[in-house]
Antibody
């Protein structure tokens, strides 16, 4: 059974730092690209960051670039999100998700999708 | 603001059909994926690609796409389908790949 278990959330002051972890099990973690997605209270889903399977390539949403760093330890089957210079607007539940993609040979169009989600960890930025 | 546009809310009578739409330029290059989220739960993938339903998702969920619009249809809506639904796609419009979600559609089954 695939499991993604996030941890590390909590209350932090504006300008502070926090590191989130996501422990993966039930699948070959090192084969998967991974993402972080967040959801502010009462709001919609927002993509935050992604990392390729060996950790050599990363990408970020513009609003976290330079402040957040995604990384992974394939030996420990764990994904991380180091968050610095936190702002009130970073308050959200942060989800760890797996990425897959599907290619339709008839149309030549690809889809990328998030097939497994953790339960999320809440980050609250407040003084 | 979302780069994928969804209607904020829609209602459907029990057993009837409802279509949720998602519009955006990224959908001209990639198929959408769709997620169902019930209160206080993590999202669940319900449809992706041209015509793919994950294992365990009822066949009353179907999808389609044309040009810059993707749709998720629930045929014969059940009470348990009441939830928020989000579309998502990869977007290569900037100098780096990123992913975008629609703002979500709240489906109410009446």
């Amino acid at each position: 059974e695939v499991q993604l278990v996030e941890s590390g959330g909590g209350l932090v002051q504006p300008g502070g730092s926090l590191r989130l972890s996501c422990a993966a099990s039930g699948f070959t973690f090192s084969n998967y690209w991974m993402h972080w997605v967040r959801q502010a209270p009462g709001k919609g889903l927002v993509w935050v960051s992604r990392i390729n399977s060996d950790g050599s390539r990363t990408g970020y949403a513009d609003f976290v670039k330079g402040r957040f760093t995604i990384s992974r330890d394939n030996a420990k089957d764990t994904l991380y999100l180091q968050m610095t210079s936190l702002r009130a607007e970073d308050t959200a539940v942060y989800y760890c998700v797996t990425e897959k993609n599907d290619y339709d040979v008839l149309t030549g169009v690809r889809s990328y999708y998030f097939d497994y989600w953790g339960q999320g960890t809440l980050v609250t930025v407040s003084s | 603001s979302s780069e994928l546009t969804q209607d904020p809310a829609v209602s459907v009578a029990l057993g009837q059909t409802v279509r949720i739409t998602c519009q955006g330029d990224s959908l001209r290059n990639y198929y959408a994926s769709w997620y169902q989220q019930k209160p206080r739960q993590a999202p669940v993938l319900v449809f992706y690609g041209k015509n793919n339903r994950p294992s365990g998702i009822p066949d009353r969920f179907s999808g389609s796409s044309s040009q810059n619009t993707a749709s998720l249809t629930i045929t014969g809506a059940q009470a348990e389908d009441e939830a928020d639904y989000y579309c998502n796609s990869r977007d290569s419009s900037r100098n780096h790949p990123h992913w975008v979600f629609g703002g979500g559609t709240k489906v109410t089954v009446i």
